[in-house]
């Protein structure tokens, strides 16, 4: 079955970076588009970054020159580099195979931008 595990969140201060990964097994990687989601407390879960099975990319206006999704088909991973954090971008962030009414989640992880 599809398993998506991600990992790298953690406690950071504001202005720093943070880097996350995603290994992806249970399904042909390489064929699907895959993103990162994030959801804060008493928020609604929003996409903040895609990336096409040919590497084009699209970010939500929050992020756009701060985020950097990426993935690597050889290994079935996808990353999301985070540069420049805020308060604001603390959530728990979820890789996600995005695949219409099969989209999948991963089990998510923490990631809290505080001083």
């Known amino acids: 079955q599809v398993q998506l595990v991600e990992s790298g969140g953690g406690l950071v201060q504001p202005g720093g970076s943070l880097g996350l990964s995603c290994a992806a097994s249970g399904f042909n990687f390489i064929i699907n588009r895959m993103g990162w989601y994030r959801q804060a407390p008493g928020k609604q879960r929003e996409l903040v970054a895609s990336i096409s099975t040919t590497g084009n990319t699209d970010y939500a206006d929050s992020v756009k020159g701060r985020f950097t999704i990426s993935r690597d088909n050889a290994k079935n991973t996808v990353y999301l580099q985070m540069n420049s954090l805020k308060p604001e971008d603390t959530a728990v962030y979820y890789c996600?195979?995005?695949?219409?009414?099969?989209?999948?989640w991963g089990q998510g992880t923490q990631v809290t931008v505080s001083s």
């Open positions: 996600a195979r995005l695949r219409g009414s099969q989209t999948a």
